[in-house]
Every structure is written in C-alpha cells, then in structure tokens.
C-alpha cells in the first residue's frame, strides 16, 4: 500500500522554486508565490494588505495584468512538480502542510505552532505533530 504524500520537504521546496526561476518568463515570481504559499503569516499579510487597499493593483498578477486566480496557481503548482521531476504529483496545500510538518518536528509547541498557523481547532494542527522518520534519533543522548 502507498501512503500518499501531504507535503513537501524543504528539499523538494527548494527544488520546486529552483526549477520556477529557471522555467517560464516570470520565474522569480513564482517562486515568490510558492515561498508565500509555505508560510501562513505572509498570506495572512498579503490578504490583509488587499482588504485594506482593493483598489490597488494586486501583489502577483497575470500576463493581463489581473490577479492570479486559485486555479492559476493550483495549475502552475501542478506544471513546476512535473518539470522539476517530482515523484508524485504536487498541489498547492502541501507547501502549507510543508509548513506545519517543518515546525512541529523542529520541536516547536502544539498550541504555539495552532495560534501560528491560524487553526482554530487544534485537531487540525495535531497531524503535524508526526514525528519524523528520525524523531527518536539521538532521543536518549545527553
């Protein structure tokens, strides 16, 4: 049976935004995209900044000069996983759960890491609290 993957690691990120610098015309774009997408606390900014000034051209925009719509991104996502050769294929949530999964195995608190990405029921923010392949590595060690 395959488990299906619900992230990225920092070393399938990095190859993502990799790959987005070097494919298309507005490389560095989207790897910006894709660098905001992975952090809550920037799309929190961003769609504030866009509450309090909608008649403001839009931070990512299109070739047409409007805003990148979710399904642009969702597809964009989907075109970056398969240049940058990615075993299985990719969306936009798992930069988010990239996000999660990152903290909670670096040690950060439970309810911490809830307030940071924005969860109001901490259901939601205990399934990044799987430890790691190597969580118990070095467990016992001064």
């Not at 610098?21 to 790897?31: C, E, L, Q, V």
């Not at 991104?73 to 940058?84: C, K, N």
Request: hydrophobic share 35%.
């Amino acid at each position: 049976m395959t488990v299906k993957r619900r992230y990225l690691t920092q070393r399938e990120i990095e190859r993502l935004m990799d790959c987005a610098r070097k494919h298309g015309r507005y490389g560095h774009r989207d790897a910006t995209m894709i660098l905001v997408a992975i952090r809550g606390d920037e799309m929190r900014a961003l769609r504030k900044l866009h509450r309090n000034y909608p008649a403001d051209t839009y931070v990512f925009v299109s070739e047409r000069g409007g805003p990148i719509s979710p399904i642009g991104f969702h597809r964009l996502i989907q075109r970056l996983g398969e240049a940058a050769k990615m075993p299985f294929p990719i969306h936009p949530h798992m930069l988010r759960h990239a996000c999660g999964f990152k903290l909670a195995n670096d040690g950060h608190d439970t309810r911490a890491l809830q307030h940071y990405l924005g969860h109001k029921n901490i259901q939601h923010t205990v399934r990044y609290t799987e430890m790691a392949l190597d969580g118990f590595k070095d467990f016992w060690r001064d």
